[in-house]
């Protein structure tokens, strides 16, 4: 597909990781930033593939703010675990999502994607 729509929005979400080396990690909050990769084989008459607004909103609707992870999702809710659950729950709505990037703080993430 020759266009890739990519969509950035930050988060502040706090959360515990359940199995850190053996032993339950303490609460703790980053600011997350989440990419998702939408590939477009066409744009339309205004020259767009998907329209960002609409690919935030559905990240707004999906990632609430200011939340505590593990009460959103029933998983150790690990930045490779977020980006797992971000790409099946994008792909329910934009079935040619290639990848999500889920960055944890600035230099640290996880990409997960269908190869």
Known sequence: MPWKVIVKKKFSW?????DYHGAPEPLHGHTWM???HIEADKVDAGGMGYDFLEIESFLKELLPDYRLLND???FSPSAENMAR???????ERY?????VVVWEKEDCGAEY???
Do not use: M, N, R
């Open 113 to 115: 994607w269908e190869g």
């Open 14 to 18: 706090a959360h515990f990781l359940t």
């Open 72 to 74: 959103l999702v029933d």
């Open 85 to 91: 659950w971000i790409y099946q729950k994008v792909k």
């Open 95 to 99: 079935p040619t999502v290639s990848k």
């Open 34 to 36: 989440v990419e998702v």
